[in-house]
């Protein structure tokens, strides 16, 4: 169905045993779906695609038998995408399960199809590939697929359909049909775009901006200044707004539920589907990847998507947008208090005291909400990506461009760990760097311990005493392993003594000119 809702005219198809519940669903509903053609080869099937395409601007898609039908349209993808041809290239796959589930196998074939890693044989010659997992996913894994094959450059897509999750019943509580992601135009398209971006701005009752990163120079962060919308900072890589502009907002999603028309500014998780996704609004999404082609699964909802320079994007958007009432500032946060056993806003809160124009690059270290930016790229967070040990070796990095400037590495105790502080640490001495590093020790892997209480909120393991798994104690000695690299160095045990030892380590950074490392004891926080 989303097939046929995304313009697929035709399924060019070569069937095997995987094809059972794809032919039940074209005799069921054979209005809702793409036409069927039987193709004898697959090599024809593809380059009938590719044909269509070529005189009608419209991506076809092909469907062939597991691995064997495969390798035989291999070499019509490879066709395809030296052609830049969308071609939707779909296989199934050979049942997973032995037993126990509608679709498990059935014949010896069915294990002698079976293959470590059947996407391989397309894998160097698609913009996309995924293996399906539920029958949920079908709908929105054919919006991605086709959102990216269409996007320039453009070229074909693969998807692997194993029979299990062919056969499942479509879960009645999933919307459908599920979030359409429109193609991101090259950069020729982008003048009726941006006209029509801006009218829905100018429409709009509650329009909204979310912003996850900016530019090195901050032009995107003067261009939403100069574009008067409220713009929020939700899961930020770097901040972009100041804390004093009109137009900041935050780091929340407080105000996405009510917003009509929302512009999404490079952004690749903008909200969590789950919990966030809005309703009835009108999506818009600019940057370098609008789609971020990269993201296997991501189906955020994008109306009109417009691949560009944000910053250049916005001040055009600006230009066609109407006159707007200017913003008024929103409430500074409130104050922390210095609590016995710190929690991480009052940590963060004296940060922020002694940042002035600093930067911090922080990975589960502090809360943004509590910082006073005095402009944009003062937070650098670690990458969605997750890996950990980024944050201190690259305020080394940031530190060996600018010396004077002072840069704070605020890491969790787990982070800390997985930077190999021993070797920053040498670093830092060897190359006279006067970083700061901030120790958030909590003792735990908290995020691990937030997860299982999210996910068995009555479990055992959620009132136990020691959660299995997430235990950092005994606390090794952070302080020493910063002092072996003659580093100032102490251990912060209260809320009250963090200020005053925050200013001996600023005078061993900005005095004496040498690396410091506070360790601090932290509570366990439920919310970060």
Known sequence: MTLKAQGVDYLFAN????????????????????????????????????????????????????????????????????????????????????????????????YGQEMYDQTSLVRDVTKFNYEMRYAEQGGQLVNRAVGIAMSEPRGPVYLSLPREPLDEKFPENQPFPPAVQSVAKSNSGNLDDIARAAKLLDAAKSPLVICQRGDVAGETSKALSKLGLPVIEPFTIRNVMASGDPCARGFTLELLKDADVILVVDSAIPWIEKHHRPVDAKIITLGPDPLFQRNPVRSFQSDISILCDPAKAIVALEKAMAPRTKLE????????????????AWMTQCISDILGDGAIFSELGVVPSMIKFAGPNQLFTAPHSGGLGWAMPAALGAQLFDRSRLTIAAVGDGSYMFANPVACHQIAEALELPLLTIVKNNGIWNAVRRSVVVSYPEGKAAKSNKMPLTSLEPSPDFAAIAGASRAYSERVETGEDFPAALERALHAVRVEK???????RVAVSDKR
Not at 41 to 61: F, N
Not at 514 to 520: F, S
């Open 15 to 110: 069937a095997g045993t995987d094809f059972p519940p794809i032919i039940e669903a074209l005799a069921t509903r054979p209005e809702a779906l793409p036409e069927p053609v039987t193709i004898p080869h697959e090599t024809a099937a593809v380059a009938m695609a590719h044909g269509y395409y070529l005189v009608s601007g419209k991506p076809q898609a092909v469907m062939v038998h597991v691995n064997v039908g495969l390798a035989n349209a291999a070499m019509g993808v490879i066709n395809a995408a030296s052609d830049n041809i969308p071609v939707i290239m779909m296989s199934g796959r050979t049942p997973i399960t032995e037993h126990g589930r509608l679709g498990a196998r059935m014949t010896p074939i069915q």
């Open 514 to 520: 040498r690396q410091a490392l506070l360790d601090v």
């Open 329 to 344: 500032p929103m409430e500074a946060p409130a104050l922390a208090v210095a609590e016995e056993l710190m929690d991480d």
